[in-house]
Nanobody, 123 residues
Framework: QVRLAESGGGSVQAGGSLRLACAGRGDVFRINDMGWYRQAPGRQREMVATITNGGDTRYADSVKGRSTISRDNGVNVAYLQINDLESGDTAVYYC?????????????????WGQGTQVTVSS
């Protein structure tokens, strides 16, 4: 099995913070790029943040300066910290991982997606 387990979503007041996590589970040996996209009702899915296996990071303009993406390559986990949450951050957040190798021939290397976690920012 190859899957991405997401956690950290929830309802947060505007101005607050949250930390999302995305963990490669099952037959995942190594991951190249990881990150998050988000999608709100009626909106196009947009990139939020990405991080390479070498630590190179990129952020959407809407979260740049108040977000930090990091990863623990030893356990194939990435984290996304978002501070100063705004109503515009409300969306379903989907993590992705470019899986470089698996331990099961039923699952090929490539791009995998998490099930999504809801983030709701209230004011």
């Amino acid at each position: 099995q190859v899957r991405l387990a997401e956690s950290g979503g929830g309802s947060v007041q505007a101005g607050g913070s949250l930390r999302l996590a995305c963990a490669g589970r099952g037959d995942v040996f190594r991951i190249n790029d990881m990150g998050w996209y988000r999608q709100a009702p009626g909106r196009q899915r947009e990139m939020v943040a990405t991080i390479t296996n070498g630590g190179d990071t990129r952020y959407a303009d809407s979260v740049k300066g108040r977000s930090t993406i990091s990863r623990d390559n030893g356990v194939n986990v990435a984290y996304l910290q978002i501070n100063d949450l705004e109503s515009g951050d409300t969306a379903v957040y989907y993590c992705f991982a470019d899986v470089a190798s698996t331990g099961n021939s039923d699952y090929s290397p490539g791009l995998y997606w998490g099930q999504g976690t809801q983030v709701t920012v209230s004011s």
